[in-house]
């Protein structure tokens, strides 16, 4: 079993920053992939970035260039970096990590762009 915690969600104006954290617990070496996903009220979940244990990113076109993800192994932590914030990006932010056999989800943690 694996546990992820997620935190850094808040609100934030038009053009801010935001760093989310996804803290892992448990089986965390069966991970192969960790990533973060998004749900806005009234849309589907949607993959903003991924990063595999190799090191290999992954990005939503809309967030490329604003949106960094990163790991640090040491402490089986997933960041995810977001400057220049738009309204369009508030939404609850999920963490995920990847087995070879299923996928483990965080509680989520509200992001709100707004002035």
């Known amino acids: 079993q694996v546990q992820l915690v997620e935190s850094g969600g808040g609100l934030v104006q038009p053009g801010g920053s935001l760093r989310l954290s996804c803290v892992a617990s448990g089986s965390i070496g069966s991970l192969f992939a960790m990533g973060w996903y998004r749900q806005a009220p009234g849309k589907e979940r949607e993959l903003v970035a991924t990063i595999t244990s190799g090191g290999s990113t992954n990005y939503l076109l809309s967030v490329k260039g604003r949106f960094t993800i990163s790991r640090d192994n040491a402490k089986n932590t997933v960041i995810l970096q977001m400057n220049s914030l738009k309204p369009e990006d508030t939404a609850v932010y999920y963490c995920?990590?990847?087995?070879?056999?299923?996928?483990?989800w965080g509680q989520g943690t509200q992001v709100t762009v707004s002035s």
């Open positions: 995920k990590g990847t087995s070879s056999s299923r996928g483990y």
